[in-house]
């Protein structure tokens, strides 16, 4: 079973619909117990840092999701990813995780061209960088849907795969021991998308 993680800030439905589709077996939830019998985790996200840090803190999951992260999978997807690295700047700095190495900063900051919009909205497509089992069914180049403002850097030893806007390499995919994330929304990104979460699923 793959256990959805319900804190009140992610697109639930579209990402269960997309595993059911799947024919996996998934739960949205905020028990524990649920967390701890689930074979693997899926934190997702959408919104501001720090809102979802404080909303994440309420349920009291932030040391369940920190020992399983420790025993089995768990993917972030957009802002779930960037929960897991140890700090974030968005309109201040938040502590995150600790899940994996590095920040996460205002993807303007790092644009020369300052022309190019943000939110970095759109398909994009991802190179990889690191071959890894996640990609297993997942080709180099293939395009995936993207909507951030923010990015993760200073994290080049956990980084799987990236999409380029303007100068920026920006992080798409992560990895650190169980723990993965993706930048781009796999639930959104069509068939490569479901091809993605097929491969988590067998992680």
Request: net charge negative; charged share 25%.
């Amino acid at each position: 079973m793959i256990a959805i993680v319900d804190y009140g800030v992610g697109n639930l439905f579209s990402l269960s619909s997309s595993l059911k589709a799947l024919g996996l077996e998934a739960e949205i939830t905020r028990a524990p117990a649920r967390l701890r019998a689930a074979d693997r985790i899926i934190l997702p996200g959408v919104g501001a840092f720090g809102d979802a840090r404080r909303k994440l803190d309420d349920t009291g999951l932030v040391p369940v999701i920190q020992e399983e992260a420790q025993r089995k999978p768990l993917l972030g997807i957009c802002l779930g990813m960037q929960l897991l690295f140890d700090r974030s700047f968005e309109y201040g700095e938040h502590a995150g995780l600790g899940l994996i190495p590095g920040e996460v900063a205002d993807l303007r900051d790092d644009l020369t061209d300052k022309t190019l919009k943000v939110p970095h909205m759109g398909w994009n497509s991802l190179q990889i960088v690191r071959e890894d089992p996640l990609f297993q069914y997942f080709k180099d180049g293939e395009y995936v849907y993207y909507v951030h403002s923010f990015y993760a850097r200073n994290c080049a030893d956990s980084i799987l795969g990236t999409s380029q806007y303007g100068n920026v390499a920006v992080t798409g995919a992560v990895r650190n021991g169980n723990v993965y994330g993706t930048q781009f929304h796999p639930e959104k990104s069509g068939d490569a998308g479901l091809r993605l979460l097929k491969a988590f699923s067998e992680l």
